[in-house]
Nanobody, 119 residues
Framework: QVQLVESGGGLVQPGGSLRLSCAAS????????MGWYRQAPGKQRELVAS???????NYADSVKGRFTISRDNAKNTVYLQMNSLKPEDTAVYYC?????????????WGQGTQVTVSS
């Protein structure tokens, strides 16, 4: 088990930046991957970015070149730097910790943080 607490959301104008943080209650090194997902009203939750324990990253096409995911294992924290924000980035952003020990897959979620991009 792990508790994930997101912070850093808020209201920002188009073109602005935000940095989200996800603090874990225990070491994140043991997780296969850490990720950020988002869910806009009326839409399904989607992957925004992920980072493996080895440091490999993956991004949704819609955020490539604008968002950067990173991790600080010493602080048990994952970050999402979001630049050049667009109104379509408005959503609740969720932190995810995934542990895959074949054949078992366990996902843990934070409570979410609201990001609103509007002028």
């Amino acid at each position: 088990q792990v508790q994930l607490v997101e912070s850093g959301g808020g209201l920002v104008q188009p073109g602005g930046s935000l940095r989200l943080s996800c603090a874990a209650s225990r070491s994140i090194f043991s997780f296969t991957a850490m990720g950020w997902y988002r869910q806009a009203p009326g839409k399904q939750r989607e992957l925004v970015a992920s980072i493996t324990s080895g440091g490999s990253t993956n991004y949704a096409d819609s955020v490539k070149g604008r968002f950067t995911i990173s991790r600080d294992n010493a602080k048990n924290t994952v970050y999402l730097q979001m630049n050049s924000l667009k109104p379509e980035d408005t959503a609740v952003y969720y932190c995810n910790a995934r542990k895959l020990i074949f054949p078992n897959l366990n996902d843990y979620w934070g409570q979410g943080t609201q990001v609103t991009v509007s002028s």
